[in-house]
């Protein structure tokens, strides 16, 4: 079983940044995919970041140049830095990882981009 629990969420105005973490039970698990996703009011759950194990990154389109997807393999712990956030950006950010072959989800950090 794995855990995983984010933080960093809050109320910003547009242009400001924020930094989601989101840490993992289990530090000696070795999990390849993590991610980040999000979900508007309304809206389907989207992709925003993904990270495998040996540093590649992939970005949706819309956050392309405005956030960054890190990890700690060590601690499997991913981050999210976003930076320029815009209104659009509100949403309930999810963390993702799979591990042996299942998925695993967070419990949502909210973050709320006021304009």
């Known amino acids: 079983q794995v855990q995983l629990v984010e933080s960093g969420g809050g109320l910003v105005q547009a242009g400001g940044s924020l930094r989601l973490s989101c840490a993992t039970s289990?530090?000696?698990?070795?999990?390849?995919?993590m991610a980040w996703f999000r979900q508007a009011p309304g809206k389907q759950r989207d992709l925003v970041a993904s990270?495998?194990?040996?540093?590649?990154?992939n970005y949706a389109d819309s956050v392309k140049g405005r956030f960054t997807i890190s990890r700690d393999n060590a601690k499997n712990t991913i981050y999210l830095q976003m930076n320029s956030l815009k209104p659009e950006d509100t949403a309930v950010y999810f963390c993702y990882a799979t591990y042996l072959g299942t998925p695993y989800w967070g419990q949502g950090t909210q973050v709320t981009v006021s304009s």
């Open positions: 289990g530090s000696r698990l070795s999990i390849n995919t």
């Open positions: 990270t495998l194990r040996g540093g590649s990154t």
